[in-house]
Each structure stands twice: as structure tokens, then as C-alpha cells.
């Protein structure tokens, strides 16, 4: 809440879809369930269509009236694609295979980014974790709490 950590172990992830889809958020925290459960009702009537379904929450997003004052980010990903849906209508593949968002995103996914490069032999989890552990080590609004998901 402001400066101040209200909560250190908010879990920020969460499998929909029948545990075929994780999705991640930054921002308001009812903000952001909002959003998820929008989506999964998106994914249900598309029929687990990762890609149409953002598209169509991004429509929904950016137009409807309540929505459009929602402040928070969606990370959702399944077994071949990653995508950041923001609240302008971005519907976003990352570069690379590694997205992140949030205050320490940036820290994070240039940590992530040279680990894919420079250390290949480590795995997509050791790569994430000690990404974050870098992250939570430079922002002062990332902590060490870590939640760490995997989809089959």
C-alpha cells in the first residue's frame, strides 16, 4: 500500500483452464481478479484458445467503461506461447520466451534474459528463481516470497 508492504506473500499466480493455462499479475490485487476471472470465462467460450481469449479480453479492457479503470497486468501462458495483456489493448508476445511485469520486471527479465544466454544448462525454473532472486536483491518493492509454477 504505498511505500509500505502490506502483505509480502501475496500469491500472484494462478492456473486456469483445467491447469492448462498460468497466469501471473501486477497491480491491484482485485484489480487484477477481475481480470482472471474474465479471462477464464474468455478461455471457456473459446474453447482454451489462449491467444483468442486475451484478444478478447483486451477488446472488453479497452472498451468497456469499468474495466478501462482497472490498474493491473496479466501474464498468461501456456504449454507454447507467453502473452502481457495490458489495459490499452496490448495483447503482447515477448521476445525471446521471457516476459515479466510488475516494479521489478525489468530487473528480472534482463536477469532472466542473460541466464538464457549465458548459463543454457540451467532449467526454465532455476532460471526464473534465481532471476527473481536478482530482481528482489535491486527493487525495493520485489521480495523473496517466491511461488514458482510449472504446466505439464
Known sequence: MGNTIAKSNVRK???LYNGAVLTGFAGSTADAFTLLDRFDEKLSAYSGNMKRAAIELAKDWRMDRY????E???????????????????????D?????IGSGSMYAQSAALALKKFAPHLSAEEMVRESLKIAADICIYTN???????LP
Open 67 to 70: 474495466l478501462r479503470r482497472l
Open 13 to 15: 499466480i494462478r492456473k
Open 144 to 150: 523473496h516470497n517466491l511461488v514458482v509454477e510449472q
Open 72 to 94: 493491473a497486468m496479466i501474464i498468461v501462458a501456456n504449454a507454447t506461447e507467453i502473452l502481457i495483456l495490458s489495459g490499452t489493448g496490448d495483447v503482447l508476445e515477448p
Open 96 to 100: 525471446h520466451g521471457v516476459a515479466a
